[in-house]
């Protein structure tokens, strides 16, 4: 399983942070380290709304691990994007898919004001309530997660494990049993179920 981390448009730090309490789940055998390729998009600035530098991106890094991944499009990904970078993610997603590629699933973080569809599992993760219901209005999945109480924007991608909130079943509008944890709880719920799917 590939895991691809697209940024938005923010100090290079948030993502380091988020990388290493990703790579930390990873580690501590929260999914399997040696199954799990983690690839982060390196694009700046306006290149992270790019679908199409994304899916550059993903062609080459798939390829160069063509060895571990096998045939490259049939390798499941998995998108994680933040902020203006899920607008870039979501096209590469459909276009990756279009190209007989297979994406497991997309976690769209903080991408207030962007519609998400495609036919692959979509989930958003907001850092209030507000961003959380006006967001799912332009297309979400079933579990979905948002900050309770509110935080800071990018504080949802620099330290995601502090984060406390509620995942929510959209589908139905009802809080799961289990609805509090924290945003990297979350997170790695949804990456532990497409691992084992």
Same mark, same amino acid.
């Given at each position: 399983?590939?895991?691809?981390?697209? /940024?938005?448009?923010?100090?290079?730090?948030?993502?380091?942070?988020?990388?290493?309490?990703?790579?930390?789940?990873?580690?501590?055998? &929260?999914?399997? =380290?040696? &199954?799990?390729?983690?690839?982060? =998009?390196? !694009?700046?600035?306006?290149?992270?709304?790019?679908?199409?530098?994304?899916?550059?991106?993903?062609?080459?890094?798939?390829?160069? %691990? %063509?060895? %571990?991944l096998g045939d490259q499009l049939k390798? /499941?990904?998995?998108?994680?994007?933040?902020?203006?970078?899920?607008?870039?993610?979501? !096209?590469? &997603?459909?276009?990756?898919?279009?190209?007989?590629?297979?994406?497991?699933?997309?976690?769209?973080? @903080? #991408?207030? #004001?962007?519609?998400?569809?495609?036919?692959? /599992?979509?989930?958003?993760?907001?850092? @209030? =309530?507000?961003?959380?219901?006006?967001?799912? *209005?332009? #297309?979400?999945?079933?579990?979905?997660?948002? &900050?309770?109480?509110?935080? @800071?924007?990018?504080?949802?991608?620099?330290?995601?494990?502090?984060?406390? #909130?509620?995942?929510? @079943?959209?589908?139905?509008?009802?809080?799961?049993?289990?609805?509090? *944890?924290?945003?990297?709880?979350?997170?790695?719920? *949804?990456?532990? %179920? =497409?691992?084992?799917?």
């Amino acid at each position: 399983m590939s895991i691809i981390i697209c /940024p938005g448009i923010h100090e290079s730090n948030l993502t380091e942070s988020f990388k290493v309490g990703l790579l930390d789940m990873v580690s501590n055998g &929260a999914i399997d =380290y040696n &199954a799990a390729n983690i690839l982060i =998009y390196p !694009g700046k600035d306006v290149l992270v709304l790019s679908a199409f530098h994304i899916l550059q991106f993903l062609c080459v890094s798939v390829a160069h %691990r %063509r060895y %571990r991944l096998g045939d490259q499009l049939k390798s /499941p990904i998995i998108f994680i994007s933040f902020s203006a970078g899920v607008v870039g993610a979501i !096209g590469a &997603a459909c276009l990756w898919q279009l190209l007989g590629g297979r994406v497991k699933a997309f976690i769209a973080i @903080d #991408g207030w #004001g962007v519609p998400l569809q495609g036919n692959f /599992p979509i989930h958003r993760m907001s850092h @209030d =309530y507000f961003t959380h219901w006006s967001s799912c *209005l332009l #297309g979400s999945g079933q579990n979905n997660f948002y &900050a309770q109480p509110a935080v @800071d924007h990018l504080c949802m991608w620099k330290s995601p494990q502090t984060v406390q #909130g509620w995942w929510v @079943d959209s589908s139905i509008g009802i809080f799961p049993p289990k609805g509090h *944890l924290t945003a990297s709880e979350f997170l790695l719920m *949804l990456l532990k %179920r =497409y691992e084992a799917n």
